[in-house]
C-alpha cells in the first residue's frame, strides 16, 4: 500500500487549495478513502471520508468548505479547501479507512 499526498502550500486566510492523494497496492474503487490533519501540538484528527458509491461526510468544522472527491480511475482522492482558515494549517494525510497505514502528508499553512 502506498499513499503519496500533494497540494499543500502556505496560503492567505479566505484562499483555496486542492489536495491530491495517488494511492496503490489497494482496491482503490472499493475502499472508503479518508482526509485527516494533524496541526502542530495536537492529536491528529478526521476530516472527511468518501465512501465508493459517493457518499461523503466531514467534521463540523470543515462541513460547507471542503469537498472529498475520489477519481477511481486513476485511483486518486482529492480534498477541495475553500474559505481557509488559520486553524485549517496542519500537515493532512489521506487513508484508507480501517487501514494503519499513512502517506507522509502534504503541509498547508494558512496565514497573512
Known amino acids: 500500500v502506498q499513499l503519496v499526498e500533494s497540494g499543500g502550500g502556505l496560503v492567505q486566510p479566505g484562499g483555496s487549495l486542492r489536495l491530491s492523494c495517488a494511492a496503490s497496492?489497494?482496491?482503490?474503487?472499493?475502499?472508503?478513502m479518508t482526509w485527516h490533519r494533524q496541526a502542530p501540538g495536537k492529536a491528529r484528527e478526521w476530516v472527511a471520508s468518501m465512501f465508493p458509491g459517493g457518499a461523503t461526510f466531514y467534521t463540523g468544522s470543515v462541513q460547507g468548505r471542503f469537498t472529498i472527491s475520489r477519481d477511481d480511475t486513476n485511483a486518486t482522492l482529492f480534498l477541495q479547501m475553500n474559505s481557509l482558515k488559520p486553524e485549517d494549517t496542519a500537515v493532512y494525510y489521506c487513508?484508507?479507512?480501517?487501514?494503519?497505514?499513512w502517506g507522509q502528508g502534504t503541509q498547508v499553512t494558512v496565514s497573512s
Open positions: 487513508q484508507e479507512a480501517g487501514s494503519t497505514t
Open positions: 497496492g489497494f482496491p482503490f474503487d472499493e475502499a472508503i
